[in-house]
Every structure is written in structure tokens, then in C-alpha cells.
């Protein structure tokens, strides 16, 4: 997960359902992410996640 901004939060999007989260943690196994406005950390597959871009994560920030 490459994307980190100033305050050193690591950006991905669950492509299940095209969520963009910070995440958590990130064991190299499970990934947890939290909504960019705050609510309950999920746990998507793996496979599932990929790192945010600047303008996915410009988009929800501006919501």
C-alpha cells in the first residue's frame, strides 16, 4: 500500500465495493480499513484491496 499522506495513513480501495479506507493494519496477511469519515473497521480479502488514488481519495475528501 504505497499511498501515504502527510500524516503518514496509508489510503486503499476495497474493489468489492469500491470503498476507499485508511488502513489500519496491514500484516502482510489481513488488511483492516476504517471509512475515510470514521465508522465501524472492516476486514476485506486480500486480494480484494488495492492503494487508492490521489483523485479517489481528493473525491471522498471533499464529500
Known amino acids: 500500500m504505497p499511498l501515504r499522506d502527510d500524516h503518514g495513513r496509508t ?3 476495497d474493489q468489492r465495493t469500491g470503498t476507499i479506507g485508511i488502513v489500519m493494519a496491514d500484516d502482510g496477511t489481513t488488511i483492516h480499513m476504517r471509512p475515510m469519515h470514521g465508522g465501524p ?9 488495492r492503494p487508492a488514488t490521489t483523485e479517489e481519495i481528493a473525491a471522498v475528501a471533499s464529500r
Open 11 to 13: 489510503y486503499a480501495v
Open 41 to 49: 473497521e472492516w476486514t476485506p480479502p486480500r486480494a480484494q484491496v
